[in-house]
């Protein structure tokens, strides 16, 4: 008889994912999913491994908002939540952007979901419109997503509560899937699409601290939505080799495939410019993905091949 995906992924005896990620010391950097556009929407139900196709909405509210994702391209759901905000009437809605220079994000609240069938998300975020309250603060969005990867919630949860203790009650939410399960606990930084990785209790403090200062806590940072992986590998490089932590230290000039890889460009604030060639590669040992993987896969790479700096 053929074992389910859902029967491999409880079996007691396999290490969780992100165990094996950590001991083997499997690199964080350039693991980011691409996105340029989100819609969070507060969702009190059930949270199916199919976040939307197994949720509750109606028919109607799901082919729209499959059509808004479609509009919108590189785009992603989350269903959002807080467990303190069950009996509270009205319900959530973020929606923005994060590509750099034009991040912004809106929100609203709402009393029934079937209300968001009329809001046109990929309008308001071309400039026509603005339906919503501009959102003045980051909001740190964490996968507490256990249906996907027990791992999100094994390690989620408690980073969930331990953001809530330190930071501004609105700040913070609890997520479904944002991707890289195997480096929960995850968290993403709203409006900027920072992804941080592996962090634990003892890091949020210094997290919170580093980005109020505009800064990146670079040993727990995955790369920015707004990238590919091969520009994520980049910057990356970039930021270690200069010591720079700055969110704005760097400026994307450009990426482009060169001999089965990639050239990017960044400038600094100095006005040196950073060229790498960049080549992806597969890891040596199969390992499993992500608690659910039925085989063990070699993790794709991105590695900087060379790096020039040429100054003004």
Request: include cysteine.
């Amino acid at each position: 008889m053929a074992v389910s995906v859902e029967n491999i992924a409880h079996v007691p005896k396999r290490a969780l994912c992100a165990d094996l990620s950590d001991e083997s010391s499997e690199s964080l950097a350039a693991s980011a999913s691409r996105i340029d556009h989100w819609i969070l929407v507060e969702y009190r139900g059930l949270w199916d491994r199919d976040v939307l196709g197994g949720s509750l909405l109606s028919p109607e509210l799901k082919a729209h908002l499959r059509r808004q994702l479609r509009a919108l391209g590189e785009a992603r759901l989350l269903f959002v939540k807080k467990p303190e905000r069950r009996s509270y009437g009205r319900r959530q809605l973020f929606f923005g952007t994060s590509k750099p220079g034009a991040e912004r994000f809106f929100q609203l609240e709402f009393d029934r979901h079937d209300d968001l069938v009329d809001l046109d998300f990929a309008a308001a975020l071309s400039g026509e419109g603005t339906p919503g309250l501009p959102v003045e603060h980051p909001l740190f969005v964490v996968c507490t997503h256990g249906k996907r990867d027990r791992c999100c919630a094994k390690y989620g949860r408690p980073l969930y509560d331990a953001l809530r203790r330190e930071a501004e009650s609105g700040w913070v939410w609890q997520s479904t899937h944002l991707g890289g399960d195997r480096f929960a606990g995850n968290v993403v930084v709203l409006p900027q699409g920072l992804y941080f990785g592996r962090v634990g209790r003892e890091d949020v403090r210094p997290l919170l601290d580093e980005h109020a200062e505009g800064n990146l806590l670079l040993e727990r940072y995955r790369g920015r939505s707004a990238y590919s992986f091969a520009v994520q590998a980049a910057e990356h490089a970039v930021r270690v080799e200069a010591e720079l932590l700055g969110i704005d230290d760097l400026e994307l000039l450009g990426a482009e495939g060169k001999d089965g890889g990639w050239l990017v460009r960044f400038r600094d604030l100095e006005g040196a410019v950073h060229e790498l060639e960049v080549g992806e590669e597969r890891g040596g040992e199969p390992v499993y993905l992500t608690c659910g993987s039925v085989t063990p896969q070699h993790a794709r790479r991105h590695a900087v091949a060379s790096h020039r700096v040429t100054r003004p």
